[in-house]
């Protein structure tokens, strides 16, 4: 059987968008955030830094910016733990903020990497907003086919969202730890191949999560305009490390960014019971009681 994405209407292409710039009930949104290399004489695994002068440069007509660890983001968490989930009640008001409510289309993309544009998706998903899409290929996409740009913002009015919470679209380390002696659970780290054998360390002490398998969130995302790997290579890749399709399947990476990328297309694909370790290795590293394995 060839495999599809079953869920199109999450993905729109640059040629939609384009057609659909003047829908009303269209929120646009540029979610892209950079991990610079770190500080000198600073611990930490990068430097955070915003995408937003790159979207006052240029972006989408009619596109908003989101910024994701100062706006959408748990800023009471420890230092370490840079992107956490908030509460369902916080990031509906910042989004509602925005003009984001229940009829609303929202339009995700992000620049250099899709995993910016598939973590706020997945979030929104969590909190029951439904309606939403990331562009595929993003800005990278829209650039390369030579589409219109602007550098003005529009404004909308505040909007009300509905929340309907989806705890179980997230995990946390003590599932992460039980999922360990659970055979029926495949754990899954999205990071590069040389973060997960431990030959590269980034967050604190190197290696992976024992048990897990590697599917790089880059290596289903082309490198040319950023485009989602089609159907039929994403499936073949996630059968080779042994995804269950029924699940339980727990995607893990650095700080839950990457790790969305895969579980998004695990939902495109069909995967059941799919859901992403928020803290991933900027927690697990840092606790020398959770147990690491390198090659």
Not at 45 to 71: K, M, N
Not at 79 to 99: I, K, W
Not at 230 to 250: M, T
Request: negative net charge.
């Amino acid at each position: 059987m060839t495999a599809t994405y079953l869920h199109p209407e999450s993905i729109v292409t640059t040629d939609w968008l384009s057609n659909h710039l003047r829908d009303v009930e269209l929120r646009i949104f540029d979610c892209t955030t950079y991990l610079d290399p770190p500080q000198a004489g600073v611990a930490a695994p990068y430097t955070v830094r915003s995408g937003l002068a790159d979207h006052q440069a240029a972006h989408i007509p009619g596109a908003g910016f989101l910024d994701l660890q100062a706006e959408l983001s748990d800023n009471s968490s420890p230092a370490h733990l840079r992107f956490t989930m908030p509460s369902a009640a916080a990031l509906a008001h910042a989004l509602e903020q925005r003009g984001i409510g229940n009829d609303s289309r929202v339009i995700l993309y992000s620049r250099k990497n899709m995993q910016w544009a598939t973590r706020v998706w997945w979030m929104l998903r969590a909190i029951g907003v439904d309606n939403a899409a990331v562009l595929d290929g993003g800005f990278d996409k829209w650039k390369r086919e030579g589409r219109l740009t602007d550098q003005s913002e529009v404004a909308h009015a505040p909007g009300t969202i509905s929340v309907q919470p989806r705890p179980e679209l997230f995990a946390d380390a003590n599932a992460v730890e039980a999922a360990r002696s659970d055979a029926k659970t495949c754990t899954i780290n999205a990071l590069s191949g040389d973060l997960h054998s431990g030959a590269t360390s980034r967050y604190g002490r190197a290696g992976r999560i024992p048990g897990s398998v590697n599917l790089p969130a880059l290596d289903l995302q082309n490198a040319t305009d950023r485009s989602f790997a089609k159907p039929e290579q994403a499936a073949a890749l996630f059968a080779s490390i042994g995804a269950q399709a029924q699940g339980p399947n727990i995607v893990y990476c650095g700080g839950g960014i990457a790790a969305t990328l895969d579980a998004f297309l695990m939902f495109q694909l069909g995967y059941q019971n799919v859901s992403v370790y928020d803290a991933s290795m900027s927690e697990w590293a840092k606790d020398s009681s959770r147990p690491i394995e390198v090659d």
